[in-house]
T-cell receptor, first 114, second 111 residues
Framework: GAGVSQSPSNKVTEKGKDVELRCDPI?????LYWYRQRLGQGLEFLIY????????KSGLPSDRFSAERTGESVSTLTIQRTQQEDSAVYLC????????????FGPGTRLTVL | QKEVEQDPGPLSVPEGAIVSLNCTYS??????FMWYRQYSRKGPELLMY????GNKEDGRFTAQVDKSSKYISLFIRDSQPSDSATYLC???????????FGQGTRLTINP
């Protein structure tokens, strides 16, 4: 079946521009996670959605970062006024429910801020 | 101090060797332990999943958890070139919604 998909696969932008990254989770998965992976680093949790509950935004690094999810479908991660330190791979994962269920990852969006 | 420490490597071994990958952690509340494999320019994929202490074996892969030492390991037997990837440990506490990842170890198996 279809896995988690993300778009675009690559994004190059200029410092100060806004970017929007998209994640399509596996159908039926109620939990959705965003992570950031800097070069040579592990994954850094950003935000998590579970059904219609309020999202856990505790990992967002600044107020320039925001994310939305409509129901149990697509999610978008928006970074406003991008900075060079925002350059990273942004990974999305989904799982059947929150907690300890296996998280299935998408291929990521590689963001480069010039 | 990071919650999860993992030697980033890189680690290079000949084909057929036994590989040992390790992570240490500081949070005693962690109860769920995972190993993910990540190929270049791909998302991580779950390799092994263990609850609490003990061993788990799946083919050539064995995961070990020692909660008393706050130490987890992944062993790969009869390593193959196709095992070349970055291996990430991850863990979570009971009821926690997010995984805490190690830095990842880059592994190369040389034919």
């Amino acid at each position: 079946g279809a896995g988690v998909s993300q778009s675009p696969s690559n994004k190059v932008t200029e410092k100060g521009k806004d970017v929007e990254l998209r994640c399509d989770p596996i159908s039926g998965h109620t939990a959705l996670y965003w992570y950031r992976q800097r070069l040579g680093q592990g994954l850094e949790f950003l935000i998590y959605f579970q059904g219609n509950s309020a999202p856990d935004k505790s990992g967002l690094p600044s107020d320039r970062f925001s994310a939305e999810r409509t129901g149990e479908s697509v999610s978008t991660l928006t970074i406003q006024r991008t900075q060079q330190e925002d350059s990273a791979v942004y990974l999305c994962a989904s799982s059947p429910r929150a907690g300890t269920d296996t998280q299935y990852f998408g291929p990521g969006t590689r963001l480069t801020v010039l | 101090q990071k919650e999860v420490e993992q030697d980033p490597g890189p680690l290079s071994v000949p084909e057929g060797a036994i590989v040992s990958l390790n992570c240490t952690y500081s949070n005693s509340a962690f109860q769920y332990f995972m190993w993910y494999r990540q190929y270049s320019r791909k998302g991580p994929e779950l390799l092994m999943y263990t609850y609490s202490s003990g061993n788990k074996e799946d083919g050539r892969f064995t995961a070990q958890v020692d909660k008393s030492s706050k130490y987890i390991s992944l062993f790969i037997r009869d390593s193959q070139p196709s095992d070349s990837a970055t291996y990430l440990c991850a863990m979570s506490a009971q009821g926690a919604q997010k995984l805490v990842f190690g830095q990842g170890t880059r592994l190369t198996i040389n034919p």
